[in-house]
């Protein structure tokens, strides 16, 4: 691990509410095992639970197509309607479905939870967790910060290792973009872009509204206290206020697509870019496959609901139109 993820990693993890000290269930014990002079890794198997999402067909290309990860496949696909879970078979090559995800118990290593809506990501999960299938829960993790705090101390109960992020967040790039900030002097605002519909069936600001939220709180700290939005007809913005003072816009995208950030210090506003290229297979994917091996969980549980706590206050202050304080996690 470089210096510079180890620092990033105990930052977030100060003050965590609940603790994310890795984990190794049984089920972990054995995809981990190791054989052979060359120590060939297990394979691991595994269940996805929703295929509406194209990021099933990208799971089951990634790992059964490109093979990535060899050894690691993608080998049961549960699919809100039959239509959905042929479509992610054919093209991601998973050769299994099931029409109960319950079906899928004691056949995996590993699960994958996909929904459009967060608020199926949960209950889907839950009877997988409480049996030590480490989880990978696609972002948002939760619906609602509550629930998602009683469903992670569940898990720790249970000893089964579970994470959830946006992969944008989590990337080679949010990191070399959080290394170059102590660079950049006093930094007293920051501009976000991206798209988001507050509209949206699939849970509103929660849906992309996460890929501009938690970017953020990966570079400058989950501690925002209070948050705004504006809005006129399907076009709005949002006011974001650290404890710490820092002031943050977030400008929803309506016509275009795309992700930009820039600060402001006394040279004026800079846009910040990563200087590196993404690995192949990216981070995302290597760190989730690394919590299915050896249980260690890549995000702490404070940093999952303190995102889920400020797309909640947002959500709230898109019907009030009025300040809404995050609630503390």
Request: with cysteine.
């Amino acid at each position: 691990m470089s210096q510079s993820r180890r620092s990033f990693v105990k930052k977030l993890g100060k003050g965590v509410a609940v603790s994310s000290i890795p984990l190794i269930a049984p089920s972990l014990l054995k995809a981990s095992s190791v054989k052979g002079p060359g120590r060939a890794l297990k394979p691991i198997r595994i269940g996805i639970i929703g295929a509406e999402n194209s990021h099933t067909i990208g799971f089951g290309k990634m790992f059964n197509i490109d093979k990535k990860f060899p050894g690691v496949e993608v080998r049961y696909v549960w699919g809100e309607t039959e239509a959905f879970a042929r479509k992610a078979m054919e093209k991601g090559g998973i050769p299994n479905k099931v029409k109960d995800p319950k079906e899928m118990m004691g056949k995996i290593d590993a699960l994958i939870v996909d929904h459009r809506h967060a608020k199926y990501h949960l209950k889907a999960a839950a009877p997988f967790v409480k049996e030590g299938i480490p989880s990978f829960i696609d972002k948002p993790f939760c619906y609602r910060a509550e629930e998602g705090k009683a469903f992670l101390s569940m898990a720790r109960e249970s000893g089964t290792p579970v994470t959830s992020y946006s992969t944008i967040a989590h990337s080679t790039a949010t990191m070399d973009i959080k290394d170059q900030l102590s660079g950049l002097g006093e930094i007293n605002q920051v501009i976000r872009s991206g798209p988001v519909d507050m509209d949206s069936k699939y849970g509103g600001i929660f849906f992309y509204g996460v890929h501009l939220v938690q970017p953020l709180l990966y570079m400058f700290g989950d501690d925002v206290e209070r948050v705004k939005v504006s809005r006129d007809g399907g076009n709005g913005n949002a006011t974001l206020v650290f404890r710490s003072g820092l002031f943050a816009t977030l400008i929803f995208k309506r016509v275009s697509h795309g992700w930009d950030t820039y600060v402001e210090t006394k040279d004026g506003l800079t846009e910040l870019k990563s200087r590196v290229e993404e690995t192949d297979p990216a981070k995302p994917y290597v760190d989730m496959v690394e919590m299915f091996r050896t249980g260690k969980e890549p995000r702490s549980y404070q940093s999952i609901l303190r995102c889920v706590a400020v797309l909640e206050a947002l959500e709230k202050s898109v019907s009030s139109g009025t300040w809404e304080k995050v609630a503390p996690y």
